[in-house]
């Protein structure tokens, strides 16, 4: 049974929040009304999470990101610190935009890098890579390593987050030894019930 969340004294939580059991917020942050965190999740320092946003079980959130409305996060996903969401595509500071939000998902295990910046209205498929500084403009498959700007696929990654090197078929993971196939053009499956028997 996880111990109950622990937020420390200088962080802000409003009320109608739910922090799931084993949650962590950390110095300096500020849950804002409506928002649903799940258990064993981390949010390191000075994390804002915005009024009615959904983040799954066990995401760790590092230093100095805010997750606005709108922004949806799996389970198991990993926001690098000072990475950056958005949630309005034409922002102007003298036009009210709140009834223009984008909604942006990010799927089960993906992985933002430190400083990346991810454009609203994408989604980043379950256990993507985004690498560090990457800006992301536009939908990234499943298992896809995107780096740059504006961010392009240079690879596939494994569940466990290797990189899957090679051109074989299928694909091994060098690390767990997972096995993958490339079943249409831009869509990585993994082969389930399989390991590589080298």
């Known amino acids: 049974m996880r111990s109950p969340a622990r937020v420390h004294e200088t962080s802000i939580v409003a009320s109608g929040v739910t922090l ?18 799940g258990e064993g999740c981390v949010l390191g ?20 990101v805010s997750v606005y409305s709108g922004v949806i996060l799996e389970d198991d996903v990993f926001c690098g610190p ?42 980043i498929g379950r256990y993507a890579m985004v690498g560090a500084g990457a800006v992301v403009t536009r939908d990234v498959a499943p298992h896809a ?11 596939w990654v494994c569940r466990c987050g290797e990189v899957l090197r090679g051109a074989g078929d299928p694909l091994v993971c060098g690390r767990c030894e997972a096995r993958y196939r490339l079943t249409e053009p831009g869509r990585l499956d993994e082969i389930e019930g399989e390991r590589d028997e080298r």
Do not use: Y
Not at 20 to 37: D, E, K, N
Not at 48 to 64: S, T, Y
Not at 106 to 121: H, Y
């Open 145 to 155: 390593l995107v780096v740059g700007n504006p961010a392009r696929q240079h690879g």
């Open 20 to 37: 799931g059991a084993g949650t962590r917020v950390w110095h300096f942050c500020h849950v804002m009304q409506g928002a649903t965190i």
């Open 82 to 123: 000072s990475m950056v969401f958005t949630n309005v595509l034409t922002p102007r500071a003298f036009v009210e935009r709140k009834d223009a939000f984008v909604a942006t998902l990010v799927g089960r295990g993906a992985t933002i890098g430190a400083n990346a910046t991810v454009v609203c209205g994408v989604t």
């Open 45 to 64: 320092q000075n994390v804002h999470v915005g009024p009615n946003v959904r983040i799954g079980n066990r995401v760790k959130i590092q230093n100095n």
